[in-house]
């Protein structure tokens, strides 16, 4: 658990010089091109940077476990973090409580692993911004190491991210309303080492 306090925390905020409701967005000029019926018009995003006290509060935990002798491990871990600046409210871009489970294979040259990250929805956003919803994201991977000379060695491996093909956007992003993360995707590589 953690606990930090901020004299003079400086963030960017989202600005609405013409008060309609949405963060401004302009164009190479300075010219607020967005609205509320198009919010996402316009090159820039325009932030107002901010100094004021602020408090973080949270909390981040890991535990993994391994049977004597066995190929198999478990992790498990998790994250929390609430931000609040004084005479605002809840810190911009924060990200939501997380938690997450991994179990990893390494027996010989063969390794993989199978991960499971759980982020809870964002409704506790800076001014200006808008909530984010929960994901869950499932990634593995598969490989094959073949020692060469030396401490070298070569691995090939097949990877999967997002393999539920969840509709993911980031609370700390700043383009999350109109560019999510990556949809599913199958990668396979080769990893040298000399």
């Keep these: 658990m953690f606990q930090q306090r901020?004299?003079?925390?400086?963030?960017?905020?989202?600005?609405?010089?013409?008060?309609?409701?949405?963060?401004?967005?302009?164009?190479?000029?300075?010219?607020?091109?967005?609205?509320?019926?198009?919010?996402?018009?316009?090159?820039?995003?325009v932030l107002r940077y901010?100094?004021?006290?602020?408090?973080?509060?949270?909390?981040e935990a890991e535990i993994a476990w391994q049977p004597q002798a066995s190929p198999?491990?478990?992790r498990a871990f998790g994250d929390a973090v609430r931000g609040?600046?004084?005479?605002?409210?809840?810190?911009?871009?924060?990200?939501?409580?997380?938690?997450?489970?991994?179990?990893?294979?390494?027996?010989?040259?063969?390794?993989g692993f199978v991960s499971v990250l759980?982020?809870?929805?964002?409704?506790?956003?800076?001014?200006?911004?808008?909530?984010?919803?929960?994901?869950?994201?499932?990634?593995a991977e598969l490989s094959r190491t073949w020692k060469t000379r030396g401490a070298g060695s070569t691995t090939l491996f097949i990877q999967g991210r997002n393999l539920?093909?969840?509709d993911i956007r980031l609370s700390t992003s700043f383009v999350k309303d109109s560019v999510p993360m990556p949809g599913r995707s199958v990668f396979a590589g080769v990893r040298v080492r000399m």
Excluded: C, H
């Excluded at 964002?122 to 869950?136: K, M, S």
């Design 72 to 74: 198999w491990s478990l």
């Design 6 to 45: 901020f004299a003079n925390y400086i963030a960017g905020f989202s600005s609405d010089t013409n008060a309609d409701g949405v963060p401004d967005r302009v164009d190479a000029g300075g010219t607020i091109e967005n609205s509320t019926e198009n919010p996402g018009a316009g090159e820039f995003t």
């Design 118 to 139: 759980r982020a809870a929805a964002q409704d506790r956003v800076g001014p200006l911004e808008t909530e984010t919803a929960g994901y869950t994201r499932l990634d």
């Design 84 to 111: 609040t600046v004084e005479g605002v409210g809840a810190a911009p871009r924060t990200p939501p409580l997380r938690v997450g489970l991994t179990l990893d294979y390494s027996a010989g040259p063969w390794s």
């Design 164 to 166: 539920t093909n969840e």
């Design 50 to 59: 901010q100094q004021a006290p602020a408090v973080f509060r949270g909390l």
